[in-house]
């Protein structure tokens, strides 16, 4: 059994005295229960004044288009099921944090054009190679990473 985005945005609301999550710049959708397992890109596309999106400790195996959230510059996706980093290029001009630790991810690939990431937290997850790293040399902002736990180290 899996909660839907919808569910648990109508149980955010809720939670926020009947604040709208289309007009929220803060979503904290952390360990729902049952927990996430798909984001339907329709409903995150509504979210277009959101900043921070936090979604840890759900199941999700994979991110969806995040286009129409021109305002993100958060994202929380830590202690989920992603295997592969994709689909963020929606939030390339805007995009500064990427939280996404203990996960399966095996490759930075999907972060090259982030040009705006300053933070990358991507400990415990199945990162090899330190060759992954090279994928990180086009990103002028990046400040702060963590990649601790991984079979690189």
Same mark, same amino acid.
């Given at each position: 059994?899996?909660?839907?985005?919808?569910?648990?945005?109508?149980?955010?609301?809720?939670?926020?005295?009947?604040?709208?999550?289309?007009?929220?710049?803060?979503?904290?959708?952390?360990?729902?229960?049952?927990?996430?397992?798909?984001?339907?890109?329709?409903?995150?596309?509504?979210?277009?004044?959101? !900043?921070? &999106?936090s979604? /840890?400790? $759900?199941? +999700?195996?994979?991110?969806?288009? @995040?286009?129409?959230? %021109?305002? #993100?510059?958060?994202?929380?996706?830590?202690?989920?099921?992603?295997?592969k980093?994709?689909?963020?290029?929606?939030v390339?001009?805007?995009?500064?944090?990427?939280?996404?630790?203990?996960?399966?991810?095996?490759?930075?690939?999907?972060?090259?054009?982030l040009?705006?990431? !300053?933070? &990358?937290?991507? /400990?415990? $997850?199945? +990162?090899?190679?330190?060759?992954? @790293?090279?994928?990180? %040399?086009? #990103?002028?902002?990046?400040?702060?990473?963590?990649?601790?736990?991984?079979?690189?180290?």
């Amino acid at each position: 059994m899996t909660t839907t985005l919808g569910q648990a945005l109508k149980q955010w609301e809720a939670k926020n005295d009947g604040a709208s999550a289309k007009e929220a710049d803060t979503i904290k959708l952390c360990a729902v229960q049952p927990p996430i397992a798909k984001l339907d890109p329709k409903i995150l596309s509504a979210l277009s004044s959101c !900043q921070t &999106l936090s979604l /840890s400790t $759900n199941a +999700i195996d994979k991110l969806p288009s @995040l286009s129409g959230m %021109a305002s #993100l510059r958060i994202l929380s996706v830590g202690r989920n099921n992603l295997k592969k980093v994709e689909k963020l290029d929606d939030v390339a001009a805007t995009l500064e944090q990427l939280w996404m630790s203990y996960n399966q991810v095996t490759s930075l690939e999907g972060l090259a054009g982030l040009g705006q990431l !300053q933070v &990358l937290y991507c /400990s415990n $997850n199945l +990162i090899k190679s330190f060759g992954e @790293l090279d994928h990180l %040399a086009g #990103l002028p902002q990046l400040r702060e990473v963590l990649f601790a736990g991984n079979p690189m180290y």
